[in-house]
C-alpha cells in the first residue's frame, strides 16, 4: 500500500530478474515497463516512450506491444501505420477494451466514420461501465450530419450518468443544430453546473440564449469570457454584437474595436464597419477599403441605401400628437429613454426607467401595447436609418426587456424601410430580407415570418383582434400582403396598417 516511485520499483525489478531469471518478476519488470510507456506518452515524450516499449518488448511482443507501438504512431499522425499496429493488438486479445476504442480513435482521425463506431460499439459491449464510446459514436454522427442519432447517444449517456459535463454539452451543441433551443440551453447549463470554467460550453450557451430572446443573459455570459479571454476574438466578436443587439452601441464600438486591434479577419473588419456606421459615418466610410471584395460589396448596399434614403414619411391627423411627444424627447437624432418613461403607463419598469434606472434583465412579455409607440419612434426618426434603429432598439429594451419583442421592434424598421423603399409590399421579398436578421433577435419568431410564405390566406383568414405583439406583426404581414381597403374592424390594428399602406403612395 505505501507508494513507491516508479523508477525504484522498476530498479529493483531490474535487479531481481537479473539475478534469478524468474519469469515471476520478469511480468512485474514487463507491466511497470508499460506503465513508464504510458507516463510518456501522457507527456508528449515519444523518445522515451519508444525507449521503454523496447525494453518491454524483451519479454515478449504481446497486444499489449502493439497497441503501445499504435498509440506511438498515431501520436505521429501516422494513421495508417497505426491501424495496423491496433488490429493486430486487437486480434491477439479480442476482449481488450482499450484497444477497440483507440482502434476507433484512429478510423475516426481517417474519416472511416462507420467502421468507427463498429469498434467503439465492441469496446462498449465488452465493459458497459466504460461510457467514453458512446461519446464518440455521437461525436462521429455529428460528423456524419447524422444530428438526431447523435442525439440520442448523448441523451443516453447523460441517463448513465448524470455527472457526465461532456455529454451535457455535446447534446446542447446538438440541439442547437437541430435548432431546439430550449432543450440546448437545459443541457449546456447542466453542462457548465458540472464544470463551471468550460469556456466554449459557455460560449455555445450564449448562442442558445440569443436565438432564444434572452440577450442581457447571453450578454452577461459573454461578458465574463471576454474578460476572462481578452485575446479571444471569437468572444470579442459576439459579445460586441449582442451589445448591439441590446442598443449599447457606444460600447460594442469598443469591444470589437479591441477585437479589431488583435485580428486582421475579415468578418471582424466588416463589423468593425458597421458598427462604427452607428456611432460615426464619416469614421465608417474612412475604414471602407479595408475590406475585401464580398464583404466591400455587402458594405456597398448599405452605402447605396444610404444614399437613396430621403427620409420623407407621411404621418397621418391620428398619430400626429404621438410624434409629436417623441419628438419633445428627442434631442437632434438621440433619445431620452427616462423622458419618455413619464409619458408611459405606470409599471414597475416603467417606474425604475423614470427614476434612470435601466433594467438589465430579461424579460418575458409579448404584447401589443405600445407598439403605436415604436411606429411614432419610426416615423419622428425617419430622417436617419442608423438614429431610428438605435432608437427604436433603446426603446424596445427598454420598456419591454423581451427578446420577442425587441424582434417585433427590428421587424417594424424593416418593413418600414422596404415599403418606403419598394413603394409597395411584396411578402415574398420582404421575408426573404428580413428572416435571416430576425433571426438573431428571436429564432422561433423569424421562423413565424418565414412560414408565411408556404401559407395561402385571404382577408377571412386575418385576425385584427390579437393581444400578443408577435401575433400582430405576422397578421400586419398578412393584411398588407392582401392589400385590404376596408373591413378592418379593430381601430389600433388599422391605424397601425393604414399608416405603413401610406408609405408607398
Known amino acids: 500500500m505505501n507508494q513507491i516511485p516508479i523508477d525504484i520499483v522498476i530498479r529493483g525489478l531490474e535487479a531481481q530478474y537479473g539475478l534469478s531469471k524468474d519469469p515471476y518478476y520478469g511480468s512485474y519488470l514487463a507491466y511497470f515497463y508499460y506503465e513508464k510507456v504510458k507516463i510518456s506518452l501522457n507527456n508528449e515524450d515519444l523518445r522515451s516512450a519508444e525507449s521503454w516499449l523496447e525494453k518491454a518488448s524483451e519479454f515478449g511482443k504481446d497486444y499489449r506491444y502493439d497497441f503501445f507501438k499504435g498509440l506511438i504512431a498515431s501520436k505521429l499522425k501516422d494513421y495508417e501505420l497505426a491501424e495496423v499496429f491496433l488490429r493486430s493488438s486487437v486480434s491477439k486479445n479480442e476482449k481488450f477494451v482499450l484497444g477497440h476504442y483507440e482502434l476507433g480513435n484512429i478510423l475516426r482521425a481517417k474519416k472511416e466514420l462507420e467502421d468507427a463506431i ?92 440569443s436565438r432564444s430572446g434572452k440577450h442581457f ?142 433594467p438589465f434583465q430579461d424579460m418575458v412579455v409579448d404584447t401589443v401595447k405600445w407598439l403605436d409607440i415604436i411606429v411614432a419612434i419610426i416615423l419622428a426618426s425617419s430622417k436617419d436609418p442608423f438614429e431610428m434603429e438605435k432608437n427604436i432598439t433603446k426603446t424596445a429594451v427598454a420598456i419591454y426587456g423581451s427578446g420577442i419583442m425587441l424582434a417585433v421592434a427590428i421587424g417594424l424598421i424593416r418593413l418600414f424601410f422596404h415599403v418606403k423603399i419598394n413603394e409597395k409590399f411584396d411578402l415574398s421579398g420582404f421575408i426573404n430580407d428580413v428572416v435571416p436578421d430576425l433571426q438573431e433577435y428571436h429564432w422561433s419568431f423569424a421562423k413565424r415570418v418565414s412560414r408565411l410564405e408556404e401559407e395561402s390566406f385571404s382577408f377571412e383568414d386575418i385576425n385584427f383582434n390579437v393581444d400578443k405583439g408577435s401575433d400582430f406583426f405576422i397578421e400586419l404581414l398578412k393584411a398588407l400582403s392582401t392589400e385590404i381597403t376596408e373591413g378592418i374592424n379593430n381601430k389600433f390594428f388599422k391605424d397601425i396598417y393604414s399608416i405603413f399602406r401610406m408609405q408607398w403612395r
Open 118 to 209: 463498429l469498434e467503439y460499439q465492441k469496446a462498449f459491449e465488452l465493459d458497459r461501465n466504460f461510457l467514453l464510446p458512446l461519446l464518440r459514436i455521437g461525436d462521429c454522427y455529428m460528423e456524419l450530419g447524422e444530428i438526431r442519432q447523435a442525439c440520442d447517444f448523448y441523451q443516453t449517456l447523460t441517463q448513465l450518468d448524470p455527472e457526465f459535463s461532456q455529454a451535457y454539452s455535446r447534446l446542447g451543441v446538438a440541439c442547437n443544430m437541430l435548432q431546439r433551443y430550449e432543450y440546448a440551453e437545459k443541457s449546456l447549463k447542466k453542462a457548465l453546473e458540472l464544470e463551471p470554467d468550460d469556456s466554449d460550453t459557455a460560449f455555445n450557451l450564449a448562442h442558445t440564449l
Open 217 to 358: 443573459e447571453a450578454m452577461n455570459i459573454l461578458k465574463q469570457l471576454a474578460d476572462k479571454e481578452p485575446e479571444n476574438i471569437s468572444f470579442l466578436n459576439e459579445y460586441a454584437l449582442t451589445l448591439r443587439r441590446l442598443g449599447f452601441y457606444e460600447q460594442a464600438k469598443q469591444v470589437i474595436d479591441k477585437a479589431r486591434q488583435i485580428s486582421d479577419d475579415q468578418m471582424i473588419m466588416y463589423n468593425q464597419v458597421l458598427l462604427t456606421f452607428f456611432i460615426d459615418k464619416n469614421g465608417a466610410h474612412s475604414l471602407l477599403n479595408s475590406l475585401s471584395k464580398d464583404y466591400r460589396e455587402k458594405i456597398d448596399e448599405l452605402v447605396f441605401f444610404l444614399n437613396e434614403w430621403d427620409g420623407s414619411v407621411i404621418i397621418p391627423d391620428f398619430i400626429s400628437q404621438k410624434v409629436k411627444m417623441v419628438r419633445s424627447c428627442m434631442s437632434g437624432s438621440s433619445f431620452d429613454i427616462r423622458k419618455l418613461a413619464h409619458f408611459l403607463e405606470d409599471g414597475d419598469r416603467i417606474e425604475a426607467l423614470r427614476d434612470g434606472f435601466f
